[in-house]
Protein backbone atom coordinates (compact mmCIF):
# COMPACT_ATOMS: atom_id res chain seq x y z
CA UNK A 1 0.00 0.00 0.00
CA UNK A 2 1.54 3.39 -1.09
CA UNK A 3 2.19 6.16 1.46
CA UNK A 4 -0.48 8.82 0.42
CA UNK A 5 1.30 12.29 -0.67
CA UNK A 6 1.88 15.06 1.85
CA UNK A 7 0.25 17.42 -0.83
CA UNK A 8 0.99 19.75 -3.38
CA UNK A 9 4.30 22.04 -3.25
CA UNK A 10 5.40 24.92 -5.22
CA UNK A 11 9.10 26.38 -5.38
CA UNK A 12 10.27 29.76 -6.30
CA UNK A 13 13.07 30.67 -7.76
CA UNK A 14 13.56 27.35 -9.60
CA UNK A 15 17.02 28.00 -11.64
CA UNK A 16 18.78 29.08 -8.42
CA UNK A 17 21.18 26.53 -6.57
CA UNK A 18 19.56 25.85 -3.63
CA UNK A 19 16.50 25.26 -6.00
CA UNK A 20 18.13 22.41 -7.88
CA UNK A 21 18.62 20.71 -4.85
CA UNK A 22 15.50 21.43 -2.85
CA UNK A 23 13.06 20.07 -6.00
CA UNK A 24 14.44 16.19 -5.56
CA UNK A 25 14.54 16.00 -2.03
CA UNK A 26 10.75 17.58 -1.77
CA UNK A 27 9.77 14.89 -4.10
CA UNK A 28 11.36 12.31 -2.12
CA UNK A 29 9.50 13.13 0.57
CA UNK A 30 6.41 12.48 -1.25
CA UNK A 31 5.76 16.35 -2.27
CA UNK A 32 4.21 16.89 -5.70
CA UNK A 33 6.59 19.09 -6.74
CA UNK A 34 5.72 22.69 -9.30
CA UNK A 35 9.00 24.64 -9.94
CA UNK A 36 9.22 27.70 -11.18
CA UNK A 37 11.99 29.98 -11.91
CA UNK A 38 12.07 33.86 -12.84
CA UNK A 39 11.12 33.06 -16.46
CA UNK A 40 8.10 31.17 -15.08
CA UNK A 41 7.18 33.60 -12.09
CA UNK A 42 7.83 36.84 -11.64
CA UNK A 43 7.66 36.99 -7.79
CA UNK A 44 7.02 41.20 -7.91
CA UNK A 45 3.89 40.56 -9.70
CA UNK A 46 1.00 40.43 -7.14
CA UNK A 47 -1.34 38.72 -9.74
CA UNK A 48 1.13 35.92 -10.54
CA UNK A 49 2.22 35.14 -7.36
CA UNK A 50 -1.73 34.53 -6.33
CA UNK A 51 -2.55 32.71 -9.64
CA UNK A 52 0.74 30.39 -9.06
CA UNK A 53 0.38 29.58 -5.56
CA UNK A 54 -3.74 28.79 -5.93
CA UNK A 55 -3.91 25.01 -4.92
CA UNK A 56 -0.81 24.31 -3.52
CA UNK A 57 -0.48 23.11 0.01
CA UNK A 58 3.49 24.40 0.70
CA UNK A 59 5.34 27.32 -0.74
CA UNK A 60 8.89 27.48 -0.87
CA UNK A 61 10.72 30.49 -1.89
CA UNK A 62 13.89 30.50 -2.40
CA UNK A 63 13.32 33.44 -5.10
CA UNK A 64 16.07 36.30 -4.52
CA UNK A 65 18.15 39.18 -5.45
CA UNK A 66 21.45 37.39 -4.25
CA UNK A 67 24.18 40.15 -5.85
CA UNK A 68 25.19 40.88 -2.49
CA UNK A 69 27.53 44.02 -4.12
CA UNK A 70 25.15 45.24 -6.80
CA UNK A 71 22.97 45.81 -4.26
CA UNK A 72 24.40 48.48 -2.97
CA UNK A 73 23.94 50.97 -6.00
CA UNK A 74 20.55 48.83 -6.97
CA UNK A 75 18.82 48.63 -3.83
CA UNK A 76 15.56 49.52 -5.18
CA UNK A 77 15.51 46.04 -7.67
CA UNK A 78 16.76 43.76 -4.74
CA UNK A 79 14.06 45.48 -2.13
CA UNK A 80 11.50 44.99 -4.88
CA UNK A 81 11.90 41.20 -4.83
CA UNK A 82 13.71 40.58 -1.55
CA UNK A 83 11.06 42.77 0.59
CA UNK A 84 7.86 43.34 -2.20
CA UNK A 85 8.24 40.05 -3.54
CA UNK A 86 8.26 38.42 -0.49
CA UNK A 87 5.33 39.67 0.60
CA UNK A 88 3.53 39.29 -2.11
CA UNK A 89 4.24 35.52 -2.03
CA UNK A 90 3.56 35.57 1.55
CA UNK A 91 -0.08 37.21 0.96
CA UNK A 92 -0.67 34.41 -2.20
CA UNK A 93 -0.20 31.76 0.46
CA UNK A 94 -2.18 33.37 3.32
CA UNK A 95 -5.12 33.79 0.89
CA UNK A 96 -4.43 29.91 -0.54
CA UNK A 97 -4.37 28.56 2.62
CA UNK A 98 -0.85 27.41 2.17
CA UNK A 99 1.83 27.21 4.34
CA UNK A 100 5.36 29.15 3.81
CA UNK A 101 9.10 28.17 3.80
CA UNK A 102 10.93 31.52 3.33
CA UNK A 103 14.61 31.63 3.16
CA UNK A 104 16.60 33.92 4.09
CA UNK A 105 20.23 34.92 5.18
CA UNK A 106 23.22 35.87 7.70
CA UNK A 107 23.16 39.10 6.53
CA UNK A 108 20.49 40.58 8.73
CA UNK A 109 22.75 40.61 11.49
CA UNK A 110 25.62 43.12 11.87
CA UNK A 111 28.22 40.36 12.38
CA UNK A 112 30.13 42.13 15.47
CA UNK A 113 28.72 39.00 17.85
CA UNK A 114 31.09 36.79 19.35
CA UNK A 115 28.63 33.90 20.12
CA UNK A 116 26.21 32.23 17.90
CA UNK A 117 23.02 34.23 17.41
CA UNK A 118 19.68 33.76 18.75
CA UNK A 119 17.42 33.56 15.90
CA UNK A 120 15.23 36.78 18.39
CA UNK A 121 18.30 38.49 17.78
CA UNK A 122 18.07 42.09 16.78
CA UNK A 123 18.31 42.24 13.42
CA UNK A 124 20.87 45.31 12.26
CA UNK A 125 22.15 45.12 8.76
CA UNK A 126 24.91 46.68 7.49
CA UNK A 127 24.21 46.34 3.73
CA UNK A 128 21.22 46.57 1.14
CA UNK A 129 21.30 43.06 0.74
CA UNK A 130 20.91 42.49 4.11
CA UNK A 131 18.66 45.19 4.38
CA UNK A 132 15.94 44.37 1.48
CA UNK A 133 16.23 40.37 3.39
CA UNK A 134 14.95 41.76 6.83
CA UNK A 135 12.18 43.45 5.26
CA UNK A 136 11.36 40.11 3.43
CA UNK A 137 11.44 38.26 7.04
CA UNK A 138 9.22 40.86 8.71
CA UNK A 139 6.34 40.52 5.69
CA UNK A 140 6.65 36.52 5.57
CA UNK A 141 5.82 36.62 9.56
CA UNK A 142 3.35 40.10 9.09
CA UNK A 143 1.16 38.56 6.62
CA UNK A 144 1.51 34.78 6.51
CA UNK A 145 1.73 33.37 10.47
CA UNK A 146 1.92 29.55 8.52
CA UNK A 147 5.97 30.06 7.90
CA UNK A 148 8.79 29.37 8.70
CA UNK A 149 11.78 31.74 7.87
CA UNK A 150 15.35 29.45 7.92
CA UNK A 151 18.22 31.73 7.64
CA UNK A 152 21.23 30.56 6.03
CA UNK A 153 24.79 31.50 5.35
CA UNK A 154 27.79 30.65 3.37
CA UNK A 155 25.70 27.99 0.69
CA UNK A 156 27.34 26.24 -1.56
CA UNK A 157 26.27 23.36 -4.24
CA UNK A 158 27.05 21.70 -7.12
CA UNK A 159 24.25 23.75 -8.68
CA UNK A 160 25.90 26.99 -9.10
CA UNK A 161 28.68 29.17 -8.60
CA UNK A 162 30.13 29.52 -5.48
CA UNK A 163 33.41 29.70 -3.06
CA UNK A 164 34.12 26.06 -3.13
CA UNK A 165 33.96 25.87 -6.97
CA UNK A 166 35.46 29.16 -7.10
CA UNK A 167 38.65 27.48 -4.94
CA UNK A 168 38.50 24.57 -7.42
CA UNK A 169 38.86 26.91 -10.50
CA UNK A 170 41.55 29.04 -8.94
CA UNK A 171 43.64 25.84 -7.92
CA UNK A 172 44.00 25.00 -11.41
CA UNK A 173 44.75 28.54 -12.86
CA UNK A 174 46.92 30.15 -9.70
CA UNK A 175 50.14 28.70 -7.74
CA UNK A 176 48.41 30.50 -4.45
CA UNK A 177 45.78 32.06 -3.54
CA UNK A 178 44.62 34.47 -1.24
CA UNK A 179 41.70 34.29 1.31
CA UNK A 180 40.53 36.46 3.97
CA UNK A 181 40.59 35.08 7.66
CA UNK A 182 38.55 37.09 9.68
CA UNK A 183 35.29 36.54 8.41
CA UNK A 184 33.63 33.22 10.69
CA UNK A 185 30.91 31.22 9.61
CA UNK A 186 29.06 28.21 8.91
CA UNK A 187 29.73 26.38 5.33
CA UNK A 188 26.65 25.00 4.46
CA UNK A 189 25.45 22.54 1.70
CA UNK A 190 22.67 22.67 -0.44
CA UNK A 191 21.91 19.05 0.16
CA UNK A 192 21.70 19.43 3.50
CA UNK A 193 19.66 22.56 3.96
CA UNK A 194 17.31 21.04 1.87
CA UNK A 195 16.93 18.22 3.72
CA UNK A 196 16.70 20.67 7.29
CA UNK A 197 13.81 22.23 5.15
CA UNK A 198 11.69 19.23 4.31
CA UNK A 199 12.61 17.82 8.02
CA UNK A 200 11.19 21.18 9.25
CA UNK A 201 7.84 20.78 7.41
CA UNK A 202 7.40 17.04 7.88
CA UNK A 203 8.11 17.23 11.78
CA UNK A 204 5.29 20.26 12.08
CA UNK A 205 8.24 22.01 13.59
CA UNK A 206 6.71 25.36 15.09
CA UNK A 207 5.84 28.32 13.09
CA UNK A 208 8.67 30.86 13.29
CA UNK A 209 12.49 32.07 12.66
CA UNK A 210 15.00 29.55 12.54
CA UNK A 211 18.82 28.57 11.56
CA UNK A 212 19.74 26.07 8.75
CA UNK A 213 23.77 25.95 9.06
CA UNK A 214 26.19 23.53 9.22
CA UNK A 215 27.05 22.78 12.78
CA UNK A 216 30.75 24.08 13.50
CA UNK A 217 32.29 27.23 12.44
CA UNK A 218 35.50 28.20 10.08
CA UNK A 219 36.75 31.18 8.03
CA UNK A 220 36.88 31.33 4.44
CA UNK A 221 40.92 30.66 4.57
CA UNK A 222 40.08 27.79 6.73
CA UNK A 223 37.24 26.54 4.57
CA UNK A 224 39.94 26.93 0.77
CA UNK A 225 42.52 25.35 2.63
CA UNK A 226 39.92 22.40 3.42
CA UNK A 227 39.34 22.40 -0.01
CA UNK A 228 42.37 21.93 -1.25
CA UNK A 229 43.24 18.63 1.69
CA UNK A 230 40.42 17.08 -0.03
CA UNK A 231 41.81 17.62 -3.04
CA UNK A 232 44.73 15.87 -2.18
CA UNK A 233 47.01 19.72 -2.90
CA UNK A 234 49.11 21.87 -0.99
CA UNK A 235 46.64 23.39 1.80
CA UNK A 236 49.79 25.89 2.19
CA UNK A 237 49.03 26.80 -1.14
CA UNK A 238 46.03 29.17 0.25
CA UNK A 239 47.50 32.17 2.12
CA UNK A 240 45.59 34.28 4.47
CA UNK A 241 44.78 37.73 4.53
CA UNK A 242 42.13 40.18 5.75
CA UNK A 243 39.05 41.77 4.80
CA UNK A 244 40.48 45.72 4.69
CA UNK A 245 42.93 43.81 2.12
CA UNK A 246 39.92 43.40 -0.27
CA UNK A 247 37.52 46.17 0.07
CA UNK A 248 33.99 45.50 -1.34
CA UNK A 249 31.15 47.86 -2.14
CA UNK A 250 28.86 45.73 0.11
CA UNK A 251 30.39 45.21 3.87
CA UNK A 252 30.56 41.78 4.55
CA UNK A 253 29.75 40.27 8.06
CA UNK A 254 32.43 39.29 10.78
CA UNK A 255 30.40 37.09 12.52
CA UNK A 256 27.90 35.16 10.68
CA UNK A 257 27.93 32.03 13.03
CA UNK A 258 24.17 31.30 14.20
CA UNK A 259 22.79 29.14 16.87
CA UNK A 260 20.58 26.09 16.27
CA UNK A 261 18.89 26.01 19.55
CA UNK A 262 15.39 26.85 18.72
CA UNK A 263 15.45 23.62 16.87
CA UNK A 264 16.29 21.83 20.18
CA UNK A 265 13.66 19.04 21.00
CA UNK A 266 12.14 19.25 17.27
CA UNK A 267 11.59 15.86 15.41
CA UNK A 268 13.73 17.34 12.74
CA UNK A 269 18.25 16.57 13.09
CA UNK A 270 19.94 19.25 12.60
CA UNK A 271 22.64 19.74 9.94
CA UNK A 272 26.27 18.16 10.92
CA UNK A 273 29.78 19.25 11.39
CA UNK A 274 30.84 21.73 8.17
CA UNK A 275 34.08 20.01 7.48
CA UNK A 276 31.99 15.91 7.24
CA UNK A 277 29.19 17.81 5.02
CA UNK A 278 31.77 19.83 2.68
CA UNK A 279 33.85 15.47 2.30
CA UNK A 280 30.11 14.09 1.34
CA UNK A 281 29.40 16.90 -1.16
CA UNK A 282 31.65 15.74 -4.02
CA UNK A 283 32.07 19.16 -5.59
CA UNK A 284 35.62 18.25 -5.53
CA UNK A 285 38.05 16.57 -7.67
CA UNK A 286 36.68 16.68 -11.13
CA UNK A 287 37.31 20.52 -11.62
CA UNK A 288 41.06 20.71 -10.27
CA UNK A 289 43.32 20.96 -13.16
CA UNK A 290 47.40 21.42 -12.70
CA UNK A 291 48.05 25.00 -12.38
CA UNK A 292 50.41 26.79 -15.17
CA UNK A 293 54.05 26.84 -14.43
CA UNK A 294 54.82 30.28 -12.72
CA UNK A 295 56.39 32.56 -14.87
CA UNK A 296 59.85 34.19 -13.71
Not at 43 to 56: F, R, W
Request: charged share 20%; with cysteine.
Amino acid sequence: MSTPSPGRALVTGAGGMLALDLVPALRAGGWVVTALGRSDLDVTDPAQCLAAIEGHDLVVNTAAYTAVDDAETHEPVAFAVNAVGAANVARACARAGARLVHVSTDYVFDGTATEPYAVDHPVAPRSAYGRTKAAGEWAVRALCPESWVVRTAWLYGAGGPNFVSTMLRLAGERDTVSVVDDQVGQPTWTVDLSDLIVGIVAAEVPFGIHHGTSGGQTTWYGLARAVFELNGLDPERVLPTTTEAFPRPAPRPAWSVLSHRSLDGAAVAVIGEWRSALKRSGIQGSRVKTPPPTRR
